[in-house]
């Protein structure tokens, strides 16, 4: 909390300074003009500073009195407004319709100007040109047919282990540090082609885990404070900038070690991995530099670790509410998700592509999952000119809009009036709940579901990253009893990313002795 209140403590000086200024006799009236207290940031403010857990609902509520769509105007202190959105209509407009008008934005490549050249913080010109090169990898015939054998591998040598050593001994675990462990080693496997072994009985010290978690920190709140202010940290080498330039240095050297160590032709067998395929596939001096090979390996480290990680967090705490869920997910692993494998008494792991493709109930409850807790619970774009949305407001060049895919999820003209409920049942078509036969997952476009964006932006991983999360949650339940522990507060933390505040604790039991 320590940014959040030398944030609040920089607005409370300000207006101590408008009473100090002004004339003693016109203060009060004065500021009472200025400054217009029925804004809806008024009523957010108690929220960020008592219970900044609680951020996102308030949100979603205010959005929900203001159909949809609500300006904050805060330019009279930061020299820009916050317009923020719910609405289909407006996402539609401004991911596809003039998506040309709407772009990450200078702020954003300041954010992460760690990340270098990568595509990732481009904006739509120079990133398409990349994301052509940089994408390549995902139409790949070899990187298809390596997803199998990575997802094995991390389960086979890393998760199984791990997992029977916890349940031998009644240890309790924290379910969210586990894949996080877990999902660095699965992408850095396919990244690398190296096993990072982060997740090993004892969870060994990973300075490369250490450091992600140091500068995905660093990053939301270099967003959420006025630039001057974490520039002014990183200059006196304090806060969070502090350790996000400890961390930067430890980044570097490692995926400086993993692409020096390609270039030297240490790792000369057949199998595929992402560094490999950007340097065979390189066609330009740019392409083939250290530091553009870098920071695109850094960019798909954090994009296959965390979004995953904390996906799979909230399933499993979604799941252990809803029994009836738990026990239709098992039904259709042993109706044929495994094959004769699971039959009782029986351990196996799940990686083969015929096997995951029949776990269609647990796909729609994965989907759900990030129906009610998107991974990014808000998407932010600058525009560069000034336009009008399809619900009337006005935007401007110094407008910053946020797509509030969090409140999105919890609105009942998209999802009904039960859209509060965790249904997995609402993802299904063709066929009867529980993942009977016959029964397909539903699309719904992504105006309505933005958790793998949309239009230009949208995700190219979305089928591998379900093949993992599939995967590890049914190898998971097919092998566990996961009990999560009771008298913990599961509440969204203050993020980039909608991990969840305190982690999850709980115990688990093998199935099969």
């Given amino acids: 909390m320590g940014n959040l209140e030398l944030f609040l403590a920089i607005i409370l000086c ?16 004065y500021i009472y003009t200025l400054l217009p207290w029925n804004w809806p940031f008024m009523k957010l403010m108690p929220t960020a500073y008592l219970k900044s857990h609680q951020l996102y609902d308030k949100i979603t509520d205010v959005l929900f009195e203001h159909n949809g769509t609500v300006l904050f105007q805060t330019s009279w202190f930061t020299n820009l407004d916050i317009l ?17 008008i709407y772009q990450r934005g200078t702020e954003f490549r300041k954010a992460f100007d760690f990340l270098g050249d990568a595509a990732f913080i ?31 591998h991390t389960l086979e040598k890393a998760l199984i282990p791990v997992l029977d ?68 940290q990183r200059w006196l080498k304090i806060g969070k900038e502090k350790k996000m330039s400890h961390a930067c240095v430890t980044l570097n050297r490692i995926l400086a070690g993993y692409v020096s160590g390609k270039k030297r032709g240490k790792d000369d067998d057949e199998s595929f991995d992402v560094l490999k395929f950007y340097m065979d596939e390189a066609s330009t001096e740019k392409q083939t530099g250290s530091a553009f090979l870098a920071a695109n390996l850094m960019t798909l480290l954090f994009a296959g670790r965390d979004t995953s990680a904390a996906l799979l967090t909230w399933f499993f705490y979604l799941v252990s ?20 494998s699971t039959a009782p008494g029986r351990k196996h792991v799940f990686f ?36 009008v949305l399809p619900s009337g407001q006005r935007v401007f060049k110094n407008t910053k ?18 859209c509060g409920e965790f249904k997995p049942e609402r993802w299904m078509c063709g066929g009867g709940g529980g ?56 509440s969204p933390s203050v993020s980039a990313l909608l991990t969840m505040r305190h982690g999850l604790k709980a115990t688990l039991s093998n199935r099969w002795m």
């Avoid at 940089?134 to 997802?151: D, G, L, N, V």
Wanted: charged share 25%.
């Fill in 84 to 100: 923020v959105t719910s609405d289909p209509v407006n996402v539609q407009h401004v991911m596809n319709s003039k998506f040309t």
């Fill in 165 to 232: 050593h916890i349940s031998s001994q009644n240890e309790v675990v924290d379910l969210q540090g586990l894949f996080h462990r877990y999902m660095l080693d699965a992408t850095c496997l396919m990244a690398t082609g190296s096993d990072l072994g982060s997740l090993r009985v004892g969870f060994p010290d990973c300075p490369l885990l250490d450091a992600m978690d140091d500068v995905a920190e660093a990053v939301f709140w270099r967003q959420i404070l006025p630039e001057r202010v974490w520039r002014m």
């Fill in 321 to 340: 509410k809803n029994p009836s869920v738990e026990n239709a997910i098992l039904e259709e692993i042993g109706r044929g998700g495994g094959g004769d």
């Fill in 435 to 490: 993942g009977g036969g016959g029964v397909n997952v539903k699309h719904v476009g992504s105006n309505s579901f933005l958790a793998f964006g949309s239009g230009p932006w949208a995700c190219p991983g979305k089928e591998v990253a379900f093949a993992r999360l599939k995967g590890v949650a049914a190898t998971i339940m097919h092998n566990y009893h996961v009990r999560v522990s009771e008298g913990q507060t599961a």
């Fill in 122 to 152: 481009k904006d739509l010109d120079e990133w398409k040109e990349d994301k052509k090169f940089t994408h390549a990898f995902y139409k790949e015939i070899r990187f298809q047919k390596s997803i199998p054998e990575t997802t094995r």
């Fill in 352 to 387: 083969r592509p015929e096997e995951l493709s029949k776990l269609v109930y647990l796909q729609c409850a994965l989907m759900e999952t990030l129906r009610l807790f998107p991974t990014a619970p808000v998407i932010i774009r600058d525009p560069n000119r000034e336009d």
């Fill in 14 to 29: 300000c207006f101590i300074l408008l009473f100090l200024i002004l004339p003693s006799t016109t203060n009060i009236n």
């Fill in 401 to 418: 809009v946020v797509l509030c895919t969090y409140a999105m999820g919890r609105s009942p003209e998209i999802w009904g009036e039960d």
